[in-house]
């Protein structure tokens, strides 16, 4: 079966460290790729996303991934991590027609002051 | 305002006594789907509506029903509620095309003793 595996289940940085969350998909054709968060007690929010073109994605809050092919990877980075960073952020993909939306397992972002 | 709404946002009730979290998108979306999240599983999909009159089944529909009856409305249903349902609930709605991603409600966090 088809799967996302997000390596590190929890990861801390300490405040304005990169930040590098890892997201692996299992699929030789490329699919629809999203990264989102979700912050405590809220639903999820979309971050950004790759559907076709430009390779590296700019999405909210300063946060970007780039869709590596050859690595079947779609890793989110940010240059400095701040306090209000912390949720847990989960990648997911759409591999065919049909819309559905498979996700990773999630990873918590812990930042330290 | 653009959203999925799901209700009730908390919920406890006891093993086996039917239940039914509502949920509802104003944004004319072709395409509704229910997700379970638990820790470490990320989320999950129970079931999906491409249409109205349209579902299936996604990766742990046992134990749940659903219904489309009218395009705004997604109801997820359990007949018999049973203690590994407790989880956190999503409702996720989204147009036929699956570059746009995905709209989710809040979460309904249903727990059942």
């Known amino acids: 079966a088809q799967s996302v595996t997000q390596l590190g289940s929890h990861v801390s940085v300490s405040e304005g460290a990169l930040v590098l969350l890892r997201c692996n998909y299992s699929?030789?054709?490329?699919?629809?790729l999203f990264w989102y968060v979700q912050y405590p007690n809220q639903g999820l929010q979309l971050l950004l996303k790759?559907?076709?073109?430009?390779?590296l994605v700019k999405g909210i809050n300063g946060f970007e991934a780039e869709f590596k092919k050859s690595e079947t990877s779609f890793h989110l980075t940010k240059p400095s991590a701040h306090m209000s960073d912390a949720a847990e952020y989960f990648c997911?993909?759409?591999?065919?027609?049909?819309?559905?939306?498979?996700f990773g397992g999630g990873t918590r972002l812990m930042v330290k002051p | 305002e653009a959203q999925v709404t799901q209700n009730p946002r908390y919920l406890i009730t006891v093993t086996g006594k039917k239940l039914t979290v509502t949920c509802s998108q104003n944004?004319?979306?072709?395409?509704m789907s229910w997700y379970r999240q638990d820790p470490g599983l990320g989320l999950r999909q129970i079931y999906y509506s491409m249409n109205v009159e349209v579902t299936d089944k996604g990766d742990v529909p046992e134990g749940y029903k659903v219904s489309r009856k009218e395009k705004r409305n997604f109801p997820l249903i359990l007949e018999s509620p049973s203690p590994n349902q407790t989880s956190l609930y999503f409702c996720?709605?989204?147009?036929?095309?699956?570059?746009?991603?995905?709209?989710f409600g809040s979460g309904t966090r249903l727990t059942v003793v």
């Open positions: 996720a709605s989204s147009f036929l095309g699956e570059e746009l991603g995905y709209t």
């Open positions: 699929s030789s054709v490329p699919p629809y």
């Open positions: 944004m004319n979306h072709e395409y």
């Open positions: 997911a993909v759409i591999y065919n027609a049909g819309n559905m939306l498979t």
């Open positions: 790759y559907t076709t073109g430009a390779t």
